[in-house]
Structure formats: C-alpha cells, structure tokens
C-alpha cells in the first residue's frame, strides 16, 4: 500500500512540473521553445520576445495560468497580419491580446517603459495585478470585465477610460503615486469597497466610481482640482468632505446623485458646481454648500427627503436653479441668502411642509415660472423687511404668500414675565411662558442658520449650543402665529 502511495506522489510532482516552463526567448521563436504549449499552466519568461510571441501564448497555451513577464523585453514587430495588424510597436502589449485569457495570475515587464493595447486583458481571469510605474499609456478598457481580479495596486499615471470598469470581484484598489483618474475608470465595480490612496486622486473623471454600491468611503486630497459628471453616482458612500481641495474648480452633474447612503456632504472651495449634484440622496440630511460658487445649480437638492436646509447656501449665492429644493416636503422654514437676485423655475416646487420664508433682502429677487408650484401659498408666512414690505407685496409670485414684517423683542427684560431663557451646559432652555411659539431656531448675527428649527412642547424648548463660542452673540428666532418672535443673546 506505501508504494503504490509514494508512486501516486511521484507521478503527481512530475505531472506538476510539466506544467511549468521558464524560456530565454528569443524574437519570434517563442513557439520552438516550449514543449507541451496545449499542457502548460505556468511560464516564466526572459530575453526578448515580440507581437507574434504573445500571440503565440493567447492561441496556443490554453491551460496557461500563471504568466510571468517581468525579465522580458517586447520588441517591435512586422511580418504577417496579427490581430488586424502587420505591424506592432516595441514595448506594447497589443490590443486585445488576452481577451478572455484563462490565465490568473500576471506579472507585466518591469524594466521598459510599457504601453498596454486597448482592450488587452479584457475578461481574463486574472485575480490579482500591479501596475508599475513604468506601465506609460493604455488602450480604452484594458482589464475591464475582468471578473475574477479582486486587488489593484496602482502606481502609474497612465489608466485609461473604463480601465477596470465592470470588474465585479474587485474589492480593493491601492494608489502609490498621483493619478488622474479616466472616465468610468471602476464604473460597475459592484464589489468595490476600500480605495486606498484616494486622496493621490488629483482629477476624477466621469462614472469613474458610478455604481459602487460597496464602496463607503473616500478620502479626498489637497491636490483635487476637478470631480465628472456623475462620478459617484449610486455609489454607498455615507460622507463627503472636500474642504481639503483647496484648488478644487469643479464638480460635474450629478456627481453625488442618487446615492441611498450619503448622509452628509461639504463642498468645500469648489468654484463651479453642477446640475443635480446631490439629486434623489433619500438618506442626505446635512450639507455644506461651496464657499466659493455663487450659483446653485438646476435640481442640485432635488428630491433629498431627509435634508435640513441648514448649510445649503452661502452668503455670496447669487442665484437659485431650476427645481433645486423641488420636492423637499420635510422643510418647514428656510432662509434666502442675502445676496440673492434670481429663483429659478420650480426652484421650490412642491415644499408642501413650508411654514416660513426668511428674507433680508430689500428688493423681491426675480423669479422664473411657477417657483413655488404645489405651495400653499397663503398659509406660508413670507418675512421681509420692513422697509420692503411694499416691494414684496406688489411682486409677482412673491405677493401670494403671507407676507409680514420681522416681530421682536427690544430685549430680555422687556417680557420676563412671559419668556425666560438659561443655560444648562451647552444647552439653551426656552420658556415661552404665554407666547405661543410653535418651533424656535438659532442664528448668527449676519444672519446664518445655526441649528435645525427645534419644536416647542409644553410651551418650553432645549436648544444645543455646543457650536457657539462662550460669549458670542447669536439670536434666538421663534415662530410664533403673531410672525417671528426674535432675541438677541449671547452664550454664558
């Protein structure tokens, strides 16, 4: 029994090492030095090889799967036609060369410069791959489709449109080196959940990342300078931050949209940003708009049903697009920036929980068709200035609301007997005493949000001011069915 077990052994280790060649190749010839070509399943390449060699590889080795190139150098090729062509340059992998290669394990040339052929390695079975520093250019879709390849390693600057796209068992990515990242480079790659080196990105094409379901979060570098249209769209990442991107210029359409995870996003110093660029987040409840862009573009908070306007204007927006809040039947009050000059068409569209409509500004802005469609209208109070009051009135689609001059209170001590306020730590209690106040809410004395409206229940509200400095004013606004109830103090 011992010796028929130590002849299975024996015959099993011969079997192996049959399967596996390592050739000093020379141009051409790749063909007469490999003995069973239909039987082996690895290969370790070096000296010199070409077009015809390669092909030789994809044609003929059918059970090959561990292909090491890293001692070998492509030279030129002219002879006859080989994958459409008589000729191919040195130091290339030819276009869809493995297309559908069986082969799982690769290791490219690493000592020339390397250019990988358009479609390459397109559906191979590779599981893992690096990319050196010396890769220098790609053809379109080079390893896309590959749907067994689970790791990247990534350090040249060279990737193509649609790289990795479809590559549904990658699950890590890694940067070493900075890269601007192609259209659809890793769209559809559904497994896709850790990017390691993310902030080397310093642009992000179009659907670079579209439909990454997995992926959860991204850190973004200092050296951004521009995200594609829709380069995150229906991906799972729940935060956003580019307040690192100083130079950051864009963010295309729909670059966040419809992405059922994200809970909070800041914009950062982005100097143009597009249409719909948070469109549908049902889950989005915290935005910070760019402190450098002065429009907020078309549908750009379309349909976000968890959002708190908190945060998403600036003081220098100039204009509001078409159908940005459209849909937003959460909000009940929301504050017009200051600088404000035009609302675009069914900018509001169907805020059918709107109570209040802050705005200092003391010319109604212009307004597109039918900005507040589907708004009661005359149940929403408008409040303006004073000295504006007649400008609000008179102004289409702005005299439909219920417009009212600010309310207020000289000061504290004018009606203690009815509205008592202290601090217990970071909170701020609010006895309405005989006020009839139904929410109550904080600004900064330039007039910017500083939390969500707060309800008032049992005629008593509790405020967090954990983000107000000791000592800095702020005012107190609560809504009363009078108009707006407002007090200026300051924290103790």
Same mark, same amino acid.
Not at 180 to 209: E, M, Q, R, W
Not at 282 to 290: F, G, N, R, T
Not at 313 to 332: P, R
Not at 345 to 360: K, P, R, S, V
């Given at each position: 029994?011992? +010796?028929?077990?130590?002849?299975?052994?024996?015959?099993?280790?011969? /079997? =192996?090492?049959?399967?596996?060649?390592?050739?000093?190749?020379?141009?051409?010839?790749?063909?007469?030095?490999?003995?069973?070509?239909?039987?082996?399943?690895?290969?370790?390449?070096?000296?010199?090889?070409?077009?015809?060699?390669?092909?030789?590889?994809?044609?003929?080795?059918?059970?090959?799967?561990?292909?090491?190139?890293?001692?070998?150098?492509?030279?030129?090729?002219?002879?006859?036609?080989?994958?459409?062509?008589?000729?191919?340059?040195?130091?290339? &992998?030819?276009?869809?060369?493995?297309?559908?290669?069986? &082969?799982?394990?690769?290791?490219?040339?690493?000592?020339?410069? =390397?250019?990988?052929?358009?479609?390459?390695? @397109?559906?191979?079975?590779? +599981?893992?791959?690096?990319?050196?520093?010396?890769? *220098?250019?790609?053809?379109?879709?080079?390893?896309?489709?590959?749907?067994?390849? @689970?790791?990247?390693?990534?350090?040249?600057?060279?990737?193509?449109?649609?790289?990795?796209?479809?590559?549904?068992?990658?699950?890590?990515?890694?940067?070493?080196?900075? %890269?601007?990242?192609?259209?659809?480079?890793?769209?559809?790659?559904?497994?896709?959940?850790? *990017?390691?080196?993310?902030? !080397? =990105?310093? /642009?992000?094409?179009?659907?670079?990342?579209?439909?990454?379901?997995?992926?959860?979060?991204?850190?973004?570098?200092?050296? =951004?300078?521009?995200?594609?249209?829709?380069?995150?769209?229906?991906?799972?990442?729940?935060?956003?931050?580019?307040?690192?991107?100083?130079?950051?210029?864009?963010?295309?359409?729909?670059?966040?949209?419809?992405?059922?995870?994200? !809970?909070?996003?800041?914009?950062?110093?982005?100097?143009?940003?597009?249409?719909?660029? %948070?469109?549908?987040?049902?889950?989005?409840?915290?935005?910070?708009?760019?402190?450098?862009?002065?429009?907020?573009?078309?549908? @750009?908070?379309?349909? #976000?049903?968890?959002? #708190?306007?908190?945060?998403?204007?600036?003081?220098?927006?100039?204009?509001?697009?078409?159908?940005?809040?459209?849909?937003?039947?959460?909000?009940?009050?929301?504050?017009?920036?200051?600088?404000?000059?035009?609302?675009?068409?069914?900018?509001?569209?169907?805020?059918?929980?709107?109570?209040?409509?802050?705005?200092?500004?003391?010319?109604?802005?212009?307004?597109?068709?039918?900005?507040?469609?589907?708004?009661?209208?005359?149940?929403?109070?408008? &409040?303006?200035?004073?000295?504006?009051? #007649?400008?609000?009135?008179?102004?289409?689609?702005?005299?439909?609301?219920?417009?009212? +001059?600010?309310?207020?209170?000289?000061?504290?001590?004018?009606?203690?007997?009815?509205?008592? *306020?202290?601090?217990?730590?970071?909170?701020?209690?609010?006895?309405?005493?005989?006020?009839?106040?139904?929410?109550?809410?904080?600004? #900064?004395?330039?007039?910017? !949000?500083?939390?969500?409206?707060?309800?008032?229940?049992?005629?008593?509200?509790? %405020?967090?001011?954990?983000?107000?400095?000791?000592?800095?004013?702020?005012? %107190?606004? @609560?809504?009363?069915?009078?108009?707006?109830?407002?007090? +200026? &103090?300051? !924290?103790?």
């Amino acid at each position: 029994m011992l +010796k028929h077990v130590l002849l299975y052994t024996a015959m099993s280790v011969a /079997t =192996l090492s049959a399967g596996a060649e390592s050739v000093v190749s020379t141009p051409g010839n790749l063909h007469t030095l490999v003995s069973n070509p239909a039987t082996t399943t690895e290969l370790t390449l070096s000296g010199s090889i070409n077009a015809a060699d390669l092909d030789f590889i994809d044609t003929e080795m059918t059970a090959l799967q561990t292909l090491d190139l890293s001692a070998v150098e492509i030279v030129a090729y002219s002879g006859a036609r080989l994958r459409g062509s008589s000729t191919h340059a040195a130091a290339t &992998i030819p276009a869809r060369c493995f297309v559908g290669s069986p &082969i799982t394990s690769l290791t490219l040339p690493g000592s020339e410069l =390397l250019s990988i052929g358009e479609a390459a390695f @397109a559906g191979a079975a590779i +599981k893992s791959l690096t990319l050196g520093a010396n890769v *220098v250019s790609m053809g379109t879709g080079a390893f896309s489709g590959c749907t067994d390849l @689970a790791t990247v390693t990534i350090s040249a600057d060279a990737l193509a449109e649609g790289a990795f796209s479809g590559c549904t068992a990658l699950t890590t990515v890694s940067f070493t080196t900075d %890269v601007a990242l192609p259209d659809y480079a890793f769209s559809d790659c559904t497994a896709l959940a850790t *990017v390691n080196g993310s902030n !080397k =990105l310093y /642009t992000i094409g179009n659907h670079a990342f579209a439909n990454t379901g997995a992926l959860s979060a991204v850190a973004f570098g200092s050296d =951004l300078t521009a995200i594609g249209d829709e380069a995150f769209l229906q991906s799972g990442i729940t935060d956003i931050d580019l307040s690192p991107c100083a130079d950051l210029n864009s963010v295309g359409e729909r670059a966040f949209a419809q992405m059922p995870a994200l !809970k909070s996003i800041d914009l950062g110093n982005a100097v143009t940003v597009g249409a719909g660029v %948070v469109f549908d987040c049902p889950a989005l409840e915290q935005v910070k708009y760019s402190t450098r862009a002065t429009v907020v573009p078309d549908y @750009a908070y379309s349909k #976000d049903a968890a959002l #708190d306007t908190v945060g998403i204007f600036t003081d220098n927006i100039s204009e509001i697009g078409a159908y940005a809040l459209s849909g937003l039947s959460q909000v009940t009050t929301i504050t017009l920036p200051s600088s404000l000059t035009f609302i675009g068409d069914h900018a509001m569209e169907n805020m059918t929980g709107l109570q209040t409509i802050n705005i200092a500004i003391t010319t109604a802005p212009a307004t597109g068709e039918a900005v507040w469609s589907g708004v009661n209208q005359a149940e929403v109070a408008l &409040i303006v200035p004073a000295e504006a009051y #007649d400008s609000y009135t008179s102004a289409d689609q702005w005299r439909d609301f219920d417009v009212r +001059k600010p309310s207020g209170i000289a000061d504290t001590a004018t009606d203690s007997a009815t509205l008592r *306020v202290r601090f217990d730590g970071d909170m701020l209690i609010i006895d309405f005493g005989s006020i009839a106040a139904s929410t109550v809410a904080l600004y #900064d004395i330039t007039g910017a !949000k500083l939390c969500a409206d707060t309800p008032v229940v049992e005629q008593q509200a509790a %405020v967090s001011t954990a983000n107000i400095a000791v000592n800095q004013p702020f005012i %107190v606004v @609560a809504a009363t069915p009078e108009g707006l109830l407002t007090l +200026k &103090i300051a !924290k103790q």
